[in-house]
């Protein structure tokens, strides 16, 4: 399974991806976590990625799929991946298809999960106070910005995949294991 996720930022995406990385034994590629290991190294490149994180904003197409293809030529990906957090836009969406189209391994599935737009922000205020102050992205502020961010940069992807008849959506709401069977079902065809 070569798997894309897609939903807007507190969609529970992250949960989703762990449990389907688990069930279906493929890596899951998070540019969050790629993006976090970089700042954590407090590098130059990482001061000038959490500069980016913190004000909202998307790092630069070129530099996330250049990581992104150094990523996918590893030997745990020969067997599939979960892509989580990427592609964002139209433009990194059309960059992965040629650097999959170069190594032959095309996407099996693009899984949209749908959430309103106030869960998500009750999801995220939520998550900042279970983490006691949360990560630096999940104040209210910065949580809108991203939203506003997904809705004209991020969600016209739907319809690129959906043009493509590769994307299904699933309703994001309701326990983790409800929609995790949702995800599954969609996954396996049912």
């Known amino acids: 399974m070569r798997i894309v996720l897609l ?10 991806a ?7 034994a493929i890596p899951h590629i998070s540019t969050g976590e790629i993006l976090r290991e970089q700042v954590a190294l407090q590098s ?10 913190d004000a909202g904003e998307l790092v630069t197409d070129d530099l996330i799929m250049a990581i992104i293809k150094d990523r996918l ?4 990906c020969a067997k599939g991946f979960l892509l989580d957090g990427i592609p964002r836009t139209i433009n990194q969406s059309e960059m992965l298809d040629v650097i999959l189209a170069r190594a032959a391994t095309p996407l099996t599935h693009v899984v949209q999960i749908t959430v309103p737009q106030q869960v998500i922000m009750d999801r995220i205020k939520s998550r900042g106070v279970a983490s006691q102050g949360g990560r630096s992205d999940d104040s ?6 991203r939203y506003q961010v997904y809705l004209t940069q991020t ?3 739907a319809a690129f995949y ?10 994001g709401v309701g326990t983790v294991d409800e929609v995790f ?6 996954l396996e065809g049912a």
Do not use: F, N, S
């Open 18 to 24: 762990l449990l389907i990385t688990k069930k279906y």
């Open 44 to 53: 130059p490149l990482g001061l000038k990625v959490k500069a980016t994180l």
């Open 140 to 145: 209210a502020e910065v949580a809108a910005h």
């Open 7 to 16: 939903g807007p930022p507190g969609a529970g995406k992250g949960t989703q």
């Open 181 to 186: 069977e949702r995800v599954c079902r969609v």
């Open 73 to 76: 030529e590893r030997p745990d």
């Open 155 to 157: 969600a016209p992807l």
């Open 162 to 171: 959906r043009d493509q008849d590769c994307l299904r959506e699933v309703d």
